[in-house]
């Protein structure tokens, strides 16, 4: 069963099972001892740091393991904060952020803090311009990704960490999705990263405070990991997590090359035999195995379900996926289509035929789904020159399906008033009217959500 999700957690790697497997029997000890046991660990786990370090590009006493990728971020956010107080509590983060450096803003926020969030064009990324203009004289730290979870669209990381270097601000990259195929560039100040992202195994992480970096750990600590990362390491699992980000840079060149022709064929085949679908992110500066699409007039969940039964493993930002009812902060950022969201994300290794049976039966399920949900009669009334369309207490994507059943039978110039209460509408409606050469007036309040205005232009 081909497996698409690389991007929540890559495979094993089999050079990731082999060092795990052996270090089991060698590193079980307590480093922190002097017997011979403990000996071993310690060099086990030393050894492990300094490759890691030679990985990132940092000195080895910089570089701290922690239990996660999400621990690594917040301790990284929190101990710099608390590092820099004298400055000020200002922190900047951009808006596509993953959700652990957005949920430390809102901890800090929460404690008094102030939190400035930088848009993202629509392609995803942010400018540098937009992140200088955000720095201020009490700007404590600035957060950002070496390139997106969701969309893969890679972010101007070297020339931020120059901004910020020239105002005296240390910035902090979250490197999970990048870091197995590169060291980030840049005089950045932190750095988090997680094993499971490269092909490590779950519960190792990454944090960098690079020397001459205001740090405060925060919380209760301990003399392990310079005090960063409190309790016993998981030395087998480090072991493992480093093997296999050395193994995985050593393919790096040639896997990402292979990948990214498979990603842009996707990127081609999906626009060419799906009709009424958005691929989004920046089509060049992107990750080698993402390719993320929105299909109009489909039920994200209804989608993965189908395509899981025709044996493809992909996840999704829709807004209509069963773990929440709101757009995924990501697309709703960009201002893109989230109805019927479908990320790919291939591990190293994906096969060419796996691709091309993917795209093969694509269509046929997009379509089912289609056919599925139908296009039900809307409930329209004329209106003073204009159709209402009453989907309250419908869901995506109903709104944008009834929108369209009716926009034909409105003369050019007519209006649209789609009343709904669903929060995914605020940004389907926009990226219907956008896709279909139709002009999206705004948004107005309603006695029970709000009312989307539309004028058919065409």
Not at 10 to 31: C, I, K, M, T, Y
Not at 232 to 241: C, D, L, M, Q, S
Request: charged residues 20%; proline residues 6%.
């Amino acid at each position: 069963m081909p497996y698409f999700d690389a991007a929540s957690a890559a495979p094993l790697h089999p050079v990731a099972r082999q060092a795990l497997l052996a270090s089991l029997d060698e590193g079980w000890a307590d480093p922190a001892r002097l017997y011979r046991e403990g000996r071993r660990a310690r060099m086990l786990l030393d050894a492990s740091r300094e490759a890691a370090a030679e990985a990132v590009g940092c000195r080895p006493d910089e570089l701290t393991f922690t239990p996660s990728g999400t621990r690594a971020v917040h301790s990284g956010v929190a101990g710099a904060l608390a590092g820099r107080r004298r400055t000020g509590r200002h922190l900047i983060v951009s808006a596509v952020e993953h959700s652990s450096v957005l949920h430390s803003a809102e901890v800090s926020e929460a404690g008094g803090g102030t939190v400035t969030r930088v848009p993202v064009l629509r392609s995803g990324a942010v400018t540098v311009e937009s992140y200088a203009g955000a720095l201020r004289s009490d700007t404590a730290l600035a957060c950002l990704q070496s390139a997106n979870h969701e969309v893969g669209t890679e972010q101007p990381v070297a020339e931020v960490a120059e901004a910020c270097r020239e105002a005296g601000v240390p910035l902090l990259v979250d490197a999970a999705q990048s870091l197995g195929w590169g060291p980030v560039q840049g005089p950045w100040s932190l750095l988090a990263a997680s094993a499971h992202k490269w092909g490590g195994p779950s519960g190792v992480g990454l944090l960098v405070v690079r020397k001459g970096v205001r740090f405060a750990p925060q919380g209760p600590s301990d003399e392990r990991e310079s005090g960063r990362a409190a309790g016993f390491e998981n030395i087998p699992a480090i072991v493992a997590a480093v093997a296999s980000l050395r193994a995985v840079r050593a393919e790096a060149e040639a896997e990402a090359a292979r990948l990214r022709e498979l990603t842009g064929r996707i990127r081609a085949g999906v626009a060419r035999s799906v009709p009424d679908v958005e691929v989004v992110g920046d089509a060049e500066r992107r990750l080698p195995g993402i390719v993320t699409f929105s299909c109009l007039y489909v039920d994200g969940e209804t989608l993965l379900h189908e395509l899981d039964r025709e044996g493809f493993s992909v996840s999704s930002g829709s807004s209509c996926t069963s773990s929440t009812l709101t757009p995924s902060h990501v697309l709703k950022a960009m201002g893109v289509l989230s109805e019927g969201n479908v990320r790919v994300s291939l591990p190293p290794g994906t096969a060419e035929e796996d691709v091309e049976r993917f795209l093969a039966v694509l269509p046929g399920a997009v379509a089912g789904v289609r056919e599925t949900l139908g296009a039900p009669t809307p409930t329209a009334v004329a209106g003073e020159g204009e159709l209402v369309v009453d989907s309250l207490g419908k869901l995506c994507p109903m709104p944008v399906i009834e929108l369209a059943k009716v926009i034909a039978d409105v003369p050019v110039g007519g209006t649209v008033r789609v009343l709904a209460d669903d929060e995914a509408a605020r940004l389907d409606i926009p990226a219907w009217c956008q896709m279909r050469g139709q002009e999206y007036v705004g948004e107005e309040p309603a006695d029970r959500g709000s009312a989307y205005l539309v004028r058919r232009l065409l």
